[in-house]
């Protein structure tokens, strides 16, 4: 089973402020096979990026995937309001399997 | 547009199973891989499992002795039924859509279960 870490738990910026989030799997897999997801309370998680760095649709350009092998990134660059939430990342290399999530919260 | 509903009891009695179904509406089950997972409150996503339309599926491994996943293309229904269940089964309940290197698209809003006597 590949196993997703993500860092930081909790990120606390203030909006315009370009927040970096990190994601590391315990073995190499393809970027092919990484997607990312912003969940808001009470919602079902949202599809941000998929094939390691494709934007889903209506996904604002701020938003943007990176990495290979065991590290990935999701970057949002000068944060809104509205992206503060929880971001998980996930793999479908081998079955499917989510990272713990990283928090962004306002400062 | 592709929505997915899904229906069951709400509260579960401790060793007994779980069955949750998901309704497919504005669109076909065939040539998706149609997938349970849940999270329990306050803690992040877990895999169940997942179908393919033509029958084959795949189980998390810390879950496979308990779950089964079905799907009924007739009734455009994806089912679980997750056995000997315990408190640590209490979670929201997510149907979700998932084809490979596209993630996860569509997802129903998510049915929240407890397990108690």
């Known amino acids: 089973e590949v196993v997703m870490t993500q860092s930081p738990a909790t990120l606390s910026l203030s909006p315009g402020e370009r927040a970096t989030l990190s994601c590391r799997a315990s073995?190499?897999?393809?970027?092919?096979?990484l997607s990312w997801y912003q969940q808001k309370p009470g919602q079902p998680p949202r599809l941000l990026i998929y094939?390691?760095?494709t934007r889903a649709t209506g996904i604002p350009a701020r938003f943007s995937g990176s990495g290979s092998e065991t590290d990935f990134a999701l970057t949002i660059s000068g944060l809104q309001p509205e992206d503060f939430a929880v971001y998980y990342c996930?793999?479908?290399?081998?079955?499917?399997?989510f990272g713990g999530g990283t928090k962004v919260e306002m400062k | 547009q592709v929505q997915l509903q899904e229906s069951g009891p709400g509260l579960v009695k401790p060793s007994e199973t779980l069955s949750l179904t998901c309704t497919v509406s504005?669109?076909?089950?065939?040539?998706?891989?149609w997938s349970w997972i849940r999270q329990s409150p306050g803690k992040g996503l877990e895999c169940i499992g997942y179908i393919y339309y033509g029958g084959s599926t795949n189980y998390n491994p810390s879950l496979k002795s308990r779950v089964t996943i079905s799907a009924d293309t007739s009734k455009s229904q994806v089912s679980l039924n997750l056995r000997s269940v315990t408190a640590a089964d209490t979670a929201v309940y997510y149907c979700a859509r998932h084809v490979t290197y596209f993630g996860i698209a569509v997802w129903g809003q998510g049915t929240s279960v407890t397990v108690s006597s």
């Open positions: 073995q190499p897999i393809s970027s092919t096979y």
């Open positions: 996930q793999q479908d290399s081998d079955f499917l399997t």
């Open positions: 094939y390691g760095s």
């Open positions: 504005g669109g076909s089950i065939e040539r998706y891989y």
